[in-house]
């Protein structure tokens, strides 16, 4: 199990490589980088789920490349530079859970209350989705129909649905508060945490690799010319003014 | 008449729910669903409105089979209550509140008026119509979201756990209510673990245990059969467990409420009132 820092360490890496290059070939393989990670980790569903949930936006960068003039390659460019940078984080979180990263973000020295309600923000995720289920179907029995009506009467039938969730999401927030504090939480500065994260040489190795091939990166970006292949297809000028 | 047949329900993904119910509640019957935790007695009365459509069998409300109605159609004669009346509100006032599916089902302002006025005052809550919802207590909540589904008159009503969170002379008065709404001929189903609240009103019991019917009998029958009673982890009601202990002397087991154990027991002393 890797130390969630390093693992950070490793994400912050393959994004950084992703904003420093524009070539394609270049943004290929940092694309590519992540496939053995994917592998290792054994979630392809979820990471091939989460990359089609930005598929749209993909598109929308690649569209707004293209028509504003840029070429071909360089679009491609761009949005395999955004698949790479959403796919990356996606990977970060889906392979830690929202304790680990807690433990981490303490360990890391970030005060305890900040790194606490990260985690409880996390963890509540799915609750507020049960909440939101059994909301709609609250109002749906007394006879809002979600799925008539214009678009504008559309969005105003959301407003039964968001009230009540939102005055849920502050009541349990303040109930958790008091629980909290009639459990002591932030009581003694010195806290001790039952787990403590250690990082172990892989961990180190896993950072050092990172920072090495960072470097290596750097280097080929300022000094190392890198071919584009010339794949001639522009945008026709139908816009004259661009 | 809502009728159900081999009904059948699996959330996606999941073990099923309900595991093949076969129940007739006629028109104007005052039933009580009960059962352990995760029975599915929440799950069934969501196939009654439309809410979750069966995964096999069907599901007929006033002849209509489920699947060929919706949701907004099936609430207009199955009022269903939610538990949590928080997960409803959402209006600046109570009138709003109330209002609400009147203006859903299509009802004029006018008739809107006068039906919000006429809840208001049955369930006393006039001195809050301009209220915020918000701002009351949980009881005075959870009588706002009762009223806001009776508010148009549903041929069935379905409360679930309506007793949670009430103190005894707010149950006392609920129980009262729904007695009353019985007798003015709706069909009430209630879902509930409180056992002592059904004992003083004796409705159809039907106890449901992991998916299945377990038992379908009026309340005196059920509530003093030890043995299904321990199936479904309920306890006799304390009236009821009394004259257990003492059936022994020729007192009626089935008497589980005040007013027959009362009787019983003046009977057997000899005595009248």
């Known amino acids: 199990m890797m130390d969630p820092r390093a693992k950070f360490i490793m994400t912050m890496g393959i994004f950084a490589a992703a904003l420093l290059f524009s070539n394609i070939y270049a943004l290929i393989l940092i694309f590519l980088i992540q496939l053995p990670i994917v592998y290792a980790a054994k979630s392809w569903r979820k990471w091939a789920g989460s990359m089609r949930a930005g598929l749209l936006l993909a598109v929308l960068i690649f569209v707004m490349n293209f028509v504003f003039g840029s070429t071909f390659v360089f679009s491609a460019a761009m949005t395999l530079r955004f698949v790479t940078l959403m796919s990356v984080f996606s990977l970060f979180f889906m392979t830690t859970s929202p304790d680990d990263l807690g433990l981490a973000l303490e360990q890391a020295h970030v005060p305890y209350t900040l790194s606490f309600t990260f985690t409880t923000a996390v963890r509540l995720v799915p609750t507020m989705a049960l909440d939101a289920q059994t909301v709609i179907d609250a ?25 009540p969730l939102i ?31 250690r990082m172990k040489a892989t961990d180190y190795l896993i950072i050092t690799c990172t920072i090495l091939i960072y470097a290596l990166a750097v280097y080929v970006y ?21 | ?36 935790n995760g029975a599915g007695k929440t ?37 269903l209550v939610f538990q949590n009346p928080d997960h409803q509100l959402f209006s600046e006032t109570v009138r709003e509140e109330l209002a609400f599916s009147l203006r859903n089902f299509g009802y004029g302002e006018d008739t809107i008026d006068r039906r919000v006025g006429t809840i208001l005052e049955t369930l006393d809550l006039t001195r809050y119509a301009e209220s915020s919802p918000f701002v009351l207590s949980g009881g005075e909540r959870k009588r706002v979201a009762l ?21 005894y002379q707010q149950k006392d008065r609920l129980r009262n209510f729904i007695i009353q709404l019985n007798a003015q001929g709706k069909t009430v189903i209630i ?19 992991k998916g299945l019917v377990i038992g379908d009998r009026p309340a005196e029958d059920l509530l003093t059969d030890g043995e299904l009673l321990d199936k479904a982890s309920l306890t006799r009601p304390q009236i009821g467990a009394l004259m257990h202990q003492l059936r022994d002397l020729g007192l009626p087991e089935h008497a589980i409420d005040v007013y027959s154990a009362e009787q019983a027991i003046l009977h057997a002393l000899g005595r009248k009132k």
Not at chain 1, 139 to 163: A, H, T, V
Not at chain 1, 229 to 241: A, E, G
Not at chain 2, 194 to 208: G, N, S, T, Y
Request: aromatic share 6%; proline share 7%; hydrophobic share 45%.
């Open chain 1, 139 to 163: 109002q749906r029995s007394r006879g809002l129909e979600l799925d008539k009506g214009n678009f504008m009467k559309r969005i105003r039938n959301y407003i039964p649905i968001l009230i």
């Open chain 1, 167 to 197: 005055v849920s999401a502050i009541r349990r927030s303040i109930e958790l508060a008091e629980a909290l504090e009639s459990r002591g939480f932030g009581a003694s500065p010195n806290r001790q945490p039952l787990i403590v994260l």
């Open chain 1, 222 to 242: 300022l000094y190392v010319p890198l071919p584009t292949p010339d794949i001639p297809i522009k945008m026709p000028k139908i816009f004259p003014w661009f």
């Open chain 2, 1 to 36: 008449m809502i009728e159900t047949e081999s009904l059948r329900f699996a959330y996606s993904g999941s073990s099923e729910v309900l595991r093949g119910i076969d129940l007739t509640i006629n028109d104007g019957e005052f039933v009580a669903i009960m059962g352990e």
């Open chain 2, 43 to 79: 799950t069934l009365v969501k196939t009654f409105n439309g809410l979750l459509m069966p995964t096999a069998g069907r599901v007929k409300v006033d002849g209509v089979d489920t699947h060929d109605s919706s949701v907004a159609r099936l609430s207009r004669d199955v009022g």
């Open chain 2, 147 to 167: 009223a806001a589904v009776l508010v148009w008159n549903p041929k069935h009503i379905i409360l679930d756990e309506p007793t949670i969170g009430q103190d």
């Open chain 2, 191 to 209: 879902i509930t673990h409180d056992v002592e609240f059904v004992a003083e009103c004796k409705p159809r019991i039907i106890l449901l245990s």
